[in-house]
């Protein structure tokens, strides 16, 4: 199997609530000290003799698949300590909560920021019990921390720091600080700006009375609807994308507020990018029909062009996500006989 076939066999056995077999486990666990990607989707099926045996390869992050104690955490590398974290972020939160708190403030600037991205990779609204962490870690020595710090307190609605921007929206006394990401001095357009581009949408309809109607309307006052749309698209509200819809429909806030019509437009219209901003919010694996439509599509466009290297852009990438398509489609009319070399397109290559 390549990389991306053994991705998806880890992740679909760890769906379905099997372990690898064990005559497997060697060869997986030599193949993931070659690649470490390999690792989180391998710890969630290893099992108890899988971690036994990541133990004699010296796979540490794979081998202490739960709270290590001090010594082994000690001792592991930088890269094995964000592995373990990560893994158990996957397999025991709460434990990979804890482990963040009580080693965190003793990691080096480069552990801290790999820590705080597997906070950011992965969070959920549990990790608001992280946020006095994270408060703290605003004031880090390292920028790069504190960066992460702060984009992680973003995404969390109801965290304190998005309470601060909030307030900075409507009252123009409050005055975020760089511990919020603005530079001391900004004015009243430039805090205006930063507040509707990384507050959390959630936060800022929380503070704005008339909710998603008056929201739009100031920031068009100031001319500042595309910093309220990018801060919409990175948190990935629907609601308020489908409230700017009437505003800007582009087609990331058309995929965002209904990704299946979104699709079906894009389809119908033959726009590669209309799909590909669909396909980036729709739930997957695609429908048979679907994945047929996708399939059909590219074949249709793509027949008459001899080498892949040739294909346009989208057109590629459109193809690069027939991983997504559904296992079994109908499968699109055959090509024509000629040309010879016509580019054969499945939804697994």
Known sequence: MNGALLHEWLTLCDTHGYRVPALHLPRLLTLATQDRSLRLPLARVLGERGRWLAHHADIPALAHADAPDEPIWAAMSDTDRDTLHRVLRALNPDAARHLLRAHFDTERAASRKRLLSAV???????????????????????????TLARQTLQRLPHST????????????????????????????????????????????????????????????????????????????HQPLAQALLAHAPTPALRALSDPARTLQSGLHDRDPDLILAALAHHPTPLTPDDSHAILTLLQDTLRHIDHPYQWPQRWRTLHDHAHHLHPTPRPPHPCHPTPPTTPRVSGTT
């Open 161 to 236: 720091l998005n309470a601060r921007l909030a307030e900075a929206l409507h009252d123009p006394n409050v005055i975020p600080g760089p511990r919020d990401g603005l530079r001391n001095g900004a004015g009243r357009l430039e805090r205006l700006s930063h507040v509707l581009r990384h507050a959390h949408p959630a936060a800022l309809l929380h503070a704005t009375p008339g909710g998603p109607t008056a929201l739009i309307t100031l920031a068009r006052d100031y001319h500042l609807l595309d910093d309220l749309i990018a801060g919409t698209l990175t948190h990935r």
């Open 120 to 146: 950011l990779d992965t969070l959920s609204h549990d990790d608001h019990t992280l946020e006095p962490l994270l408060e703290g870690a605003l004031d880090d020595r390292s920028p790069d921390v504190q």
